[in-house]
């Protein structure tokens, strides 16, 4: 059990370690990804952020599937709301919801994600 948390926490640095360096091509706002900062990069960079993630919630699916275990909470709600998704439709909802909201582009890009889409949806 604690080979393949580390293993899936090896590959979330590593994913996400690989999406960074789109985000570093542009000044983030703070240091941290919020709304702010996310409007402010180009589709491009969020997209791969967004890919990275994606690919990690796959990754973690495969080895709960192979072990036989459901997927984390996480997993299992970014299923819900995004399996019929690509990393460019996420990103345009990410982009709608900000500009309708412009009074929270002070929130973080994965709070905003988890608050206003994946709780939104019911895992099956």
């Known amino acids: ?6 293993r899936v926490m090896a590959l979330l640095v ?8 789109a985000f570093a091509a542009e000044k983030p706002v703070d240091g941290e990804l919020t709304g ?14 967004l890919y990275g993630v994606a690919s ?5 699916q495969a080895i709960a599937d192979k072990g036989g275990k459901p997927a984390s ?6 299923m819900a709301a995004f399996t ?25 890009v994965f709070d905003v994600l988890w608050y206003e889409f994946m709780q939104q949806k019911k895992p099956s």
């Open 84 to 108: 019929e998704s690509t990393p460019a439709d996420i990103g345009k909802q990410v982009d709608a919801w900000y500009t309708a909201h412009p009074d929270q582009q002070g929130r973080h």
């Open 56 to 60: 990690t919630v796959a990754i973690e």
């Open 14 to 21: 590593l994913v996400l370690g690989l999406s960074l360096p």
């Open 73 to 78: 909470v996480f997993v299992q709600q970014w």
């Open 1 to 6: 059990m604690c080979n393949k948390f580390q």
């Open 36 to 49: 702010k900062a996310w409007l402010a990069s180009p589709i491009a960079s969020k997209e791969a952020f």
